[in-house]
Nanobody, 124 residues
């Protein structure tokens, strides 16, 4: 059974940084995509970035370029989301998702395996 666990969320002041981690277990593919999404209340789930663990190759949504970086540990696990220069509007529940792609999509409907999410709060 595939299991994803996010960690690293918390409260940060505007302009600060956070690094989220996603540990994937139980996946049988040797290489796969891990993507990061976020969802704020009343909003749709938004894709931020992804990494193909077999590359590694990274993919980013335009909204995430420049401030967010997806990376992986040498062992392919965990996968990280480094978030810099955080803004009030970055506050959301952040999820990681995984699936067997080689070109990583950023649409939530494409992913079968999800973590429970980690909350990020940004204050002024």
């Amino acid at each position: 059974q595939v299991h994803l666990v996010e960690s690293g969320g918390g409260s940060v002041q505007s302009g600060g940084s956070l690094r989220l981690s996603c540990i994937v277990s139980g996946i049988t593919y040797s290489s796969y995509c891990v993507a990061w999404f976020r969802q704020a209340p009343g909003n749709e789930r938004e894709g931020l970035g992804a990494i193909y663990t077999g590359g590694p190759t990274t993919y980013y949504a335009d909204s995430a370029k420049g401030r967010f970086t997806v990376s992986q540990d040498k062992a392919k696990n965990p996968v990280y989301l480094q978030m810099n220069s955080l803004k009030l509007e970055d506050a959301a529940l952040y999820y990681c998702a995984a699936d067997a792609f080689t070109l990583c999509p950023l649409q939530s409907s494409d992913y079968d395996y999800w973590g429970q999410g980690t909350q990020v709060t940004v204050s002024s």
